[in-house]
């Protein structure tokens, strides 16, 4: 089946520091892929995404390129701050017969101090 | 505004009595799922449906069912609960357009405990 793997947490950084979680996935086709985010007691919102190779989905700074060669989606920004803080899902979605159609990766917590 | 909302927010049960959490979204998507959230097994989905009537299993579907009789509204019930089910839930819903999946709103989390 489809499946989804990224880096464990939890990360700690400081302010200002470089932010790298990464994400594989494995899937039968061309799958889309996200980003997720929850913020502590929310539930999850899209952060950014791509839905075909070489795509670069950004937004708030973050960036993430699709690697159909390396079946990747690494989430990066250069300059974290506090505000990151927070749990980050990778997933991905595409139609298979008899598999879920998105698929969550376990999800990576950010701690982000000053 | 644009939303999906969950009730309730936060419950506590016994085993054995049988609970209805619902879910509701006022955007006229036709994807809406429920997912649960534990700590190390990351979001797990639980039911998916692609409209009205159309339901389908996904990851982890034992001890649950659902039911999608209005497009808007997608309850996730359990009819007989058991302290393995003590989670946190997300329900969450999607438009589909032309088949293709851009971007799922998630409901605010309903926390479960079974005792």
């Known amino acids: 089946g489809n499946s989804v793997t990224q880096m464990e947490g939890p990360v700690t950084l400081s302010e200002e520091a470089f932010l790298t979680i990464n994400c594989t996935y494995t899937?039968?086709?061309?799958?889309?892929l996200f980003w997720y985010v929850q913020y502590p007691g929310e539930g999850l919102q899209l952060l950014l995404k791509?839905?075909?190779?070489?795509d670069k989905g950004s937004n708030k700074g973050f960036e993430a390129t699709y690697r159909k060669e390396t079946t990747s989606f690494h989430l990066e920004k250069g300059s974290v701050q506090v505000s990151d803080s927070a749990v980050y899902f990778c997933?991905?979605?595409?139609?298979?017969?008899?598999?879920?159609?998105?698929?969550f990766g376990k999800g990576t917590r950010l701690s982000v101090i000053a | 505004e644009a939303q999906v909302t969950q009730n309730p927010r936060y419950l506590i049960t016994v085993t054995g009595k049988k609970l209805t959490v619902t879910c509701s979204q006022n955007?006229?998507?036709?994807?809406m799922s429920w997912y649960r959230q534990d700590p190390g097994l990351g979001l797990r989905q639980i039911y998916y449906?692609?409209?009205?009537?159309?339901?389908d299993k996904g990851d982890v579907p034992e001890g649950y069912k659902v039911s999608r009789k209005e497009k808007r509204n997608f309850p996730l019930i359990l009819e007989s609960p058991s302290p393995n089910q003590t989670s946190l839930y997300f329900c969450?819903?999607?438009?589909?357009?032309?088949?293709?999946?851009?971007?799922?709103?998630f409901g605010p989390g309903t926390r479960l405990t079974v005792t």
């Open positions: 449906s692609m409209n009205v009537e159309v339901t």
């Open positions: 997933a991905l979605f595409i139609w298979n017969s008899g598999n879920t159609p998105l698929v």
């Open positions: 955007m006229n998507h036709e994807y």
């Open positions: 969450a819903s999607s438009p589909l357009t032309g088949g293709a999946f851009y971007e799922q709103y």
């Open positions: 791509a839905t075909k190779a070489d």
């Open positions: 899937a039968t086709g061309y799958p889309s």
